[in-house]
Structures are given as C-alpha cells and as structure tokens.
C-alpha cells in the first residue's frame, strides 16, 4: 500500500497534530514564505511520489488567506507526482454561499469548490457543510462527515428527561432530528429569515418548548445573530434553561461573551473544526473531531467506506 503523508497549512496546526496522532504518522513540514510584493509561496518538505497525499487546512479566518495557501499546497503535491491529493477541510467556509439569492451575486461555494480541484484535489474531505447542496458542486468524490455523535456523546452524560432539541431554523432541522433520534428526545425548529448578514427574524418555535430544558444545535455560530434572536423566543415560551452545540465555533465580533450573558444559557459548547479562543473568561466546553476526521483518513487510505462509520449528510 502507499505511504501515507500528512501535510498542515497554517489555519489549525493543533488539529493536525492531533488528527497525525490519532493516525501514529508523522506530521511533515510546510514552509510557507511570503514575496515583498505579498504573494506566497508554499514548498513541502517531505517526499510525495506516488504517496497519499493529506493537505488539512479549515477555512477559518482570514479565509483568503488561509484558502490560498491551500491551493498552492494542493498544487505542490500534484506537481510532486503525488498519486493522490485529499484536501481535508474540517470548515469549509464558503459554503455559506450556495444559491444566487440576488441578481447578479457570485455563488462562491461552487466556485471554490472548482479552484479546489484546479489546484490539484483528486478528493475532499469535509465535516459539517452550511448547506448539504454544496457537496454536489464538487466535480471530484467528496466524504461529508458530522460531528453529531461527539456533541451528542457529552450530552448524553446529562440528566434529559426533560430535554428537547431545537433547530434554529428549519434548514438545519434535518440534523437535529438526527441529532434528537441519538438522544432519543423531541425536536423543534425555529421559522427563521434572514434579511442580512446581520439581521434575522424568528417568527416563532415550531414544536413544544414551554417549560423544557432546551439543546440548541446549529452548524455553526459566527456573530451570535440567530442564536440571540432564537434565545428572545424561547424566553416568551417560558423554557427552564438553555444549552447550545455548533460544530464551527467562529464566534466573531464578541458573540460568545454576548450569548454567554444570557441568563438562559447554561453552558455552550462546539467542536475542535477551528481554533476557538475563550472569550474574556467565558467558559466553553470544545469538543475534538481530530478522531473522527482521522479515521476517515485511515478508511480513505485503506479504501474502506466512510459513509459507513460516520453516515452521508
């Protein structure tokens, strides 16, 4: 069998290490250098001939940046003759931009999804796409894991009995069902529209809440805009209290320390996708997902099925 290699850009190197770990491989080395005009320049420092090639590298902030660097890393191990390049990207960033909602607006999700496989991605792994619509942008075979079982596995530790999930909105309720079935628990949704990036209205709870220990789950959590509006309507239903899971915790522009200050909000928790910095002594409970993304690895490698560990989304 080939030799697997396991190169990390510079958008997660603790993941990687973790996910190597997991693996028993070593991490390889990247040397990233920078032009005086600003362009970048990527060499990996390991062999890659006819290996298997692993570029990790989330598309957490600054995407740009960090989206660049995966192309040249990609392009590297094809022109090294690799035999073949995965791009494993725990949060792929632009799949928040799926569908012409407006005139003339770029569909961002289909176009990186094309520079991917430009650069040199024979496959992709991803966890937790924003909209499931974007895994059929690819033209190259995508695995599309969930970290349901690892958010689901701390809350089972809890006391439930009174427990119902709720989807912020109705596009996410598909995951919390599933996520609900795994608690064996109800499930509600939010009816939810966003009018910017900034602004959304939840009309009301689809679902039984009144006097209910709440479990928030959404994909991912950037300003806090939802949450904080879902919070306000969950209050009217005078629920008992409030936890809340996302896979990709972004928590940008002090949205953890705002949805921590809810009185609501007993604990908030999310997964390892990006790297998460506590916010002004706000507690948060990080899960990791380096397992489950490296045994897909492995199956991957050994051509066993994923789907079959982990589930399609």
Excluded at 24 to 44: G, H, K, W, Y
Excluded at 240 to 256: D, E, K
Excluded at 297 to 313: D, K, N, P, Q, T
């Amino acid at each position: 069998m080939r030799e697997i290699v396991v190169f990390s850009g510079s958008s997660h190197p603790a993941l990687s290490a973790e996910i190597c770990a997991h693996l028993d491989v070593p991490l390889r080395p990247v040397r990233l250098t920078r032009f005086a005009n600003d362009c970048l320049e990527v060499q990996l420092q390991a062999n890659c001939r006819e290996r298997d090639v692993f570029v990790i590298q989330p598309l957490g902030p600054p995407v740009q940046e960090n989206l660049v660097e995966l192309l040249l890393m990609l392009d590297a191990a094809r022109g090294a003759s690799a035999a073949r390049v995965t791009a494993v990207i725990p949060y792929y960033a632009y799949a928040r931009s799926d569908k012409k909602s407006m005139p003339r607006i770029s569909i961002g999700g289909r176009l990186v999804a094309d520079l991917l496989a430009t650069a040199g991605a024979s496959r992709v792994l991803v966890m937790t796409l924003h909209a499931p619509q974007v895994h059929g942008f690819f033209s190259v075979p995508v695995d599309h894991l969930h970290a349901l079982r690892e958010i689901a596995t701390h809350f089972s530790r809890l006391d439930l009995d009174n427990s119902v999930v709720v989807s912020p909105d109705l596009g996410n309720a598909k995951s919390a069902a599933a996520f609900a079935r795994i608690l064996r628990l109800p499930v509600a949704a939010g009816a939810k529209e966003r009018h910017s990036d900034q602004q959304v209205t939840i009309s009301s709870i689809i679902g039984d809440v009144a006097d209910r220990d709440v479990i928030v789950l959404d994909d991912e959590i950037a300003r806090g805009t939802t949450i904080i509006e879902l919070l306000d309507r969950l209050r009217e239903r005078s629920v008992r209290s409030v936890r809340i899971a996302c896979t990709h915790g972004l928590f940008s522009a002090g949205a953890l320390k705002r949805i921590a200050a809810d009185p609501l909000v007993r604990e908030i928790v999310c997964t390892n996708t990006l790297p998460v910095a506590t916010d002004g002594g706000v507690e948060l409970r990080v899960i990791s997902v380096a397992p489950a993304l490296g045994e897909a690895i492995r199956r991957i490698h050994e051509g066993e099925s994923v789907s079959a560990l982990f589930g399609a989304s």
